[in-house]
């Protein structure tokens, strides 16, 4: 089976940095995606990491550290439309590569 | 997500009624899921295609069944709705590949009274 852990909300203030984390523990590993999701709308893509290390996309960067189990989404120059939820899905062994997401954070920006 | 489209988006019933959501792609893609989203819960998976007439159970799928008649098309149907059943439901469609991430449609909210 899968376990994934996120914190429920988090608050943080606008132009401000936020981290996010993403612990998991799973069978075999395939990847982590990060997805955005805004109240009543769709998840959508935000990175994706497979090897160890840091992966930069303008203000959003995802860390990957598979031997701790660990993710982080760090978020920089915090804007009132980054208030969303965070999802962090796991892909782990098998042929389907169908990922397991984890509950979500909710990210709330004030001014 | 441009590409993929759910049907209806809202929808009211009643308990004992069968229900049908519809999920259409335009990507060609080969795999197709459907996933209810709850408070508290996150995205569970209820049932996957990984091809026309191929498809699986996942974490949640009692009380559901799926069709996938035709690559484009991935059918939800709740035989006999219950109250537990009242959620947001999402599509998503996907390469497969592992590198590549999967692509939702916007929703279908279900209420079941």
């Known amino acids: 089976g899968q376990n994934i852990d996120q914190p429920t909300e988090m608050t943080a203030t606008e132009g401000a940095i936020v981290q996010i984390n993403c612990t998991y523990q799973t069978s075999g590993f395939n990847g982590l995606f990060w997805y955005q999701q805004h109240a009543g709308e769709a998840p959508t893509f935000l990175s994706y990491n497979v090897l160890d290390g840091l992966e930069e996309k303008g203000r959003f960067s995802s860390f990957l550290s598979r031997s701790k189990g660990y993710s982080y989404l760090l978020l920089k120059e915090l804007q009132m439309k980054d208030s969303a939820s965070y999802l962090c899905a796991v892909r782990g062994s098998g042929g389907s590569y169908i990922p397991t997401f984890g509950r979500g954070t909710s990210l709330i920006v004030h001014p | 997500d441009a590409g993929i489209t759910q049907s209806p988006r809202h929808k009211v019933t009643e308990t004992g009624t069968p229900v049908t959501l519809r999920c259409h792609q335009t990507e060609n893609h080969r795999y197709m899921y459907w996933y209810r989203q709850d408070p508290g819960h996150g995205l569970r998976l209820i049932h996957y295609s990984y091809g026309v007439k191929d498809t699986d159970k996942g974490e949640v799928s009692d009380g559901y069944s799926v069709s996938r008649s035709k690559t484009e098309d991935f059918l939800l149907t709740l035989e006999s709705a219950t109250s537990s059943q009242t959620s947001v439901y999402f599509c998503?469609?996907?390469?497969?590949?592992?590198?590549?991430?999967?692509?939702f449609g916007d929703g279908t909210r279900l209420s079941i009274l």
């Open positions: 998503a469609m996907g390469t497969g590949d592992s590198n590549q991430p999967q692509h």
